[in-house]
């Protein structure tokens, strides 16, 4: 089992920006990506950002390239994501996801990121 915990969203202005992080613990070592992913109300959870464990392939939601980056700390076991240049269209619950080698996915409570307008 894997356990995911975020935080570091909240409220900012437009163009304004976040990080969030994601803190993994349990059986990590079968992990094989980390991504971000979000949803608004009445629509389906959206992938934001996805990174293969070991840094070498990242992808990005089109929407997001150029402000978002993600990242993360092997030895804090925490995957990052950095949110610049925010937009009010960003506004989304947040979801750290992990998926295994066996594909087993894990999911994070949810963090609410608003950007004013």
């Known amino acids: 089992q894997v356990q995911l915990v975020e935080s570091g969203g909240g409220l900012v202005q437009a163009g304004g920006s976040l990080r969030l992080s994601c803190a993994a613990s349990?059986?990590?070592?079968?992990?094989?990506?980390m991504s971000w992913y979000r949803q608004t109300p009445g629509k389906q959870r959206e992938l934001v950002a996805r990174?293969?464990?070991?840094?070498?392939?990242?992808n990005y939601a089109d929407s997001v390239k150029g402000r978002f980056t993600i990242s993360g700390d092997s030895a804090k076991n925490t995957v990052y994501l950095q949110m610049n240049s925010l937009k009010p269209e960003d506004t989304a619950v947040y979801y750290c996801?992990?998926?295994?080698?066996?594909?087993?996915?894990?999911w994070g409570q949810g963090t609410q990121v608003t950007v004013s307008s």
């Open positions: 996801n992990a998926l295994s080698k066996f594909l087993s996915n894990y």
């Open positions: 990174m293969t464990v070991d840094g070498v392939s990242i």
């Open positions: 349990g059986t990590i070592s079968r992990i094989n990506y």
